[in-house]
Structures are given as structure tokens and as C-alpha cells.
């Protein structure tokens, strides 16, 4: 054991869990943000796969990879944008959208790609010189950028005005509105915001740790071709159930340290529409916060706590359901 545990080996384990966390940490930060505004962002994985897609095609054809990266984050933005108009003015049901985003992301790159390079397959193979430059011979330039991002966004969470409104516009939208903020703008530009951190982290798969996007056996999957091992020349395209199942693991804080106290403190921070609210509070129901509609209930303490907890009940549902699918 003492043998195989040698500075070398160490080395490179570093250097391959770097390269192997960084769409995840870009997909879970933008997660984070959507979620802390009140949105569940379900449609991670299909984000990335818009950027991962739009990224390949962009930097074949204008060979820069920066455009590239431009051009898929820009795209995650605007899907992302559909999904917010989508789960936040028509109130559609989050988890549904974001699985049929998902679900619509899984098969329009294979209809695109078909139309452009006659290939249902795969884009075209992208020369290593126009991929995101490697420093080290190891480390992108998307690595670094997702490990610098750790530090900003605890910054902007709870250090800056803006992330105080985010986190106001999840936790306590009636007290945010009241004290004049608008909560359904804050809503739209934090999903946005979660639809182009998640789509840099597409793009740098097919772009950064691959040179191109393919599809294979109606599964999507990213096909390594920069010298690695072949046992490891494809991958699945799980990267954004993964990103939300740390993220809740994480409770949706950028500091891990923090999920035990998260736990026992925190209130259920979003319902989505179609939970049972008060028919009469139209407001609320905008807001999509959880109003207790005590008509025929009585005064029966068991009866208030279980429609107190009625919301925290859905919302673990939901996560399981996640978890298990």
C-alpha cells in the first residue's frame, strides 16, 4: 500500500479529480442560485448539454475555443431564460419543466447536428490547438476558473446586497416584497444565472476535457480524445444529477461545513406552484410560498403542525424521487 501511495501517483489523483469536478461545480454553483431564489433548476443536465453542444459547434467553426465558451454560456443562458418564463409567470410545475427541458436537450443537438454536418452522431472533431488551453499539462483553464468561483460566490451570497436579496427572495419572499424588493426579477436572473454556470460547465466537456459532442445509442455522451486512457474514453451524461444531489447534499450553501447547522435551522426555502396554498392569497401563490388555509381545520394543534409540515414533506418527496431516478 505504501507503494502505491507515492507523491506521483498522489499528483495525478489531484489532477484528475480536478478535472473530473469542475462541470460539477460549475452545474452545482449555478444550482445554488436558482434554489436560493426560490426556483428548483431540475433542467441542470440539460443545460449542460446545450452548452456542451453549442460550444463544439462554435469553436469548430470559428476556431476559438473562447467564443466557444461564450457561445454555450450564452445558450444555457437563453434556455435557461425559457425555463424561468416557463415555472414563474405560467406557473408550470418545476420538476416537470426541468425534466422536459432535460428531456428536450437529450434529443435537438442529435436533430441540429444531423441538418449541419449530416450526422446524427456527433459534431465534428475538434484540432487540439483550438481546445481551453491546459496549464501543467494537466490543469484548464476552466479548472481554475470553477476553483476561483468557490470563493466569489460564498462572496456574493452573503456578503454583497445582491446575494441578500436572493437569499430573501427563497426564504421569506413577503418579508422581500414588503421591504421593496422585486422577488420575481431576482427569481428571473437567478435561474438565468444558473443556466449559464451550468452550460460553461457543459461546454468545457466537449470543448475542455474533450474535442467534440457525440451521441451514442440514444444516450448522449461526451467522447474524450486528448491522450487519455481508453478504458476511459467516454462518459455518461449524468454530471447534472450529480450536481444536484450535491447540492442538496450541501443544502445549498457554498460552505459544506455548514449542512449540519442547515439542517436542524433552516425552513423549507420553496414549494413549487401546484402545492396546496390558500385560495384566497393570490399573492402568496405568485410568490410560491406556502400560506396555511386553516378553513374547516379547527383549533386542532396536530392538525395546524401537519399542514405546517405539509410543504417540508413535498419537498423531501421530491429530493428522494430525484435521488432514486
Request: aromatic share 8%.
Amino acid at each position: 500500500m505504501g507503494d502505491l501511495l507515492t507523491p506521483t501517483f498522489l499528483l495525478i489523483l489531484l489532477f484528475s479529480t480536478i478535472r473530473l469536478a469542475t462541470p460539477l461545480i460549475f452545474a452545482a454553483f449555478g444550482g445554488m442560485f436558482s434554489e436560493r431564489a426560490g426556483v428548483i433548476n431540475i433542467a441542470l443536465e440539460g443545460l449542460m448539454l446545450a452548452g456542451a453542444f453549442t460550444a463544439a459547434v462554435v469553436t469548430y467553426e470559428l476556431s476559438n475555443p473562447y467564443l466557444g465558451l461564450l457561445s454555450g454560456m450564452a445558450v444555457g443562458g437563453l434556455v435557461a431564460l425559457i425555463f424561468a418564463v416557463a415555472v414563474i409567470k405560467f406557473e408550470a410545475d418545476q420538476v416537470v419543466t426541468g425534466f422536459a427541458i432535460s428531456l428536450l436537450m437529450l434529443g435537438l443537438p442529435a436533430v441540429i447536428s444531423s441538418r449541419i454536418y449530416d450526422s446524427a452522431g456527433s459534431t465534428q472533431q475538434i484540432a487540439k490547438e483550438f481546445l481551453l488551453p491546459d496549464y501543467f499539462n494537466r490543469v484548464s483553464l476552466a479548472s481554475i476558473l470553477a476553483i476561483a468561483l468557490v470563493p466569489v460566490c460564498w462572496y456574493v451570497l452573503y456578503k454583497t446586497p445582491f446575494g441578500l436579496r436572493i437569499r430573501a427572495a427563497g426564504e421569506n419572499p413577503e418579508a422581500a416584497d414588503a421591504a421593496g424588493v422585486n422577488v420575481i426579477r431576482l427569481r428571473y436572473i437567478a435561474v438565468v444565472l444558473s443556466g449559464v454556470l451550468a452550460a460553461a460547465g457543459g461546454a468545457y466537456l466537449s470543448i475542455g476535457q474533450s474535442s467534440l459532442f457525440t451521441r451514442h445509442d440514444r444516450r448522449t455522451r461526451l467522447h474524450r480524445s486528448r491522450g487519455v486512457d481508453p478504458c476511459q474514453m467516454e462518459t455518461d451524461p449524468g454530471a447534472g444529477r450529480m450536481s444536484l444531489l450535491r447540492l442538496h447534499r450541501g443544502s445549498r450553501d457554498p460552505d459544506a461545513r455548514r449542512y449540519q447547522d442547515a439542517v436542524r435551522r433552516r425552513r423549507p426555502r420553496s414549494i413549487h406552484p401546484n402545492d396546496p396554498v390558500c385560495p384566497d392569497d393570490h399573492r402568496a401563490r405568485r410568490l410560491h410560498r406556502p400560506v396555511a388555509c386553516t378553513e374547516g381545520v379547527g383549533d386542532s394543534l396536530p392538525k395546524r403542525k401537519l399542514i405546517e409540515f405539509l410543504p417540508r414533506i413535498a419537498r423531501i418527496t421530491r429530493i428522494q424521487i430525484l435521488i432514486f431516478v
